[in-house]
């Protein structure tokens, strides 16, 4: 088994584990799991940004695999993904700031929520862009990705044709389910960060894809 087969393989059991711990402490230490377990800078925020990290690292290479076969299109758009998931890395621990302890710029200071050097923490007017934009809209987008794809793809047609031509990693049936699963569980329970582990899960989730996805031979 190659070594990219080995660390999707474990990726799934992982998953899994994550959720029943998730479920055990938000019945057993709803206070532990808050404050601790999906604390802001804790385990699950700071997995959540190295997997998002390492899955960003995972798209460049295969965009430099497709600029050296001659798809330069489809490296241009793989690269671009590759800089999605890299921001949304250092979205999620504010690119650092509380590790170095640095302040942010008077802009920040003034639209940002938690004060923090971050995007999704801005509040534009009366409109806060992570349950405007990076809650709700932002889910819908990832669960038709992570679900509806994958039930279409295998059909062909041409939202297959656009998946290849766009360099588009496929997701797999196991990758739906387990979307479909996480979210039903994280829905459910009724606990404060319950989301922290949510963002956890994705980042897992895309980063299976990415290293096996249902169309590599379009994606890298």
């Known amino acids: 088994m190659s070594l990219i087969r080995k ?3 474990a990726l799934i059991p992982a998953i899994a584990l994550i959720l029943i711990a998730t479920i055990v402490l938000a019945f057993a ?17 700071y997995a959540t940004a190295l997997f ?7 798209l460049a290479t295969h965009a430099a695999s497709l600029w050296r076969s001659g798809r330069r299109g489809a490296a241009g758009l793989t690269v671009f993904y590759a800089l999605l998931f890299f921001m949304a890395a250092g979205e999620e621990i504010s ?21 923090e050097t971050n995007l999704h923490n801005l509040v534009v007017g009366d409109v ?17 990705y992570l679900v509806g794809l994958p039930l279409v793809y295998p059909k062909g047609g041409r939202i297959a044709a656009l998946a290849d031509r766009m ?7 196991k990758h739906a ?6 979210s039903i569980i994280i829905a459910v329970l009724d606990v404060e960060r319950k989301w922290e582990v949510y963002e956890l899960i994705f980042s897992m989730v ?9 169309n590599p031979g379009k994606t890298r």
Not at 167 to 173: E, I, L, Q, S, T
Not at 206 to 214: H, K, M, N, R, W
Request: net charge negative.
């Open 177 to 182: 389910v387990i979307a479909l699963v996480a």
């Open 95 to 115: 690119w650092g700031q509380r590790i170095v302890g640095w302040e942010s710029g008077e802009f920040f200071q003034q639209n940002n929520k938690q004060y």
């Open 206 to 214: 895309v980063l299976s894809i990415f290293l096996i996805p249902q």
């Open 52 to 58: 998002l990290l390492i899955a960003s690292i995972v």
């Open 167 to 173: 360099a588009v990693p496929v997701p797999w049936m």
């Open 7 to 9: 660390i999707d393989s």
């Open 29 to 45: 230490n709803p206070s532990f799991f808050t404050l601790v377990f999906a604390a802001e800078d804790g385990p699950v925020e």
């Open 128 to 144: 806060h862009l992570t349950k405007s934009l990076f809650g709700p809209v932002l889910t819908i987008c990832i669960l038709l």
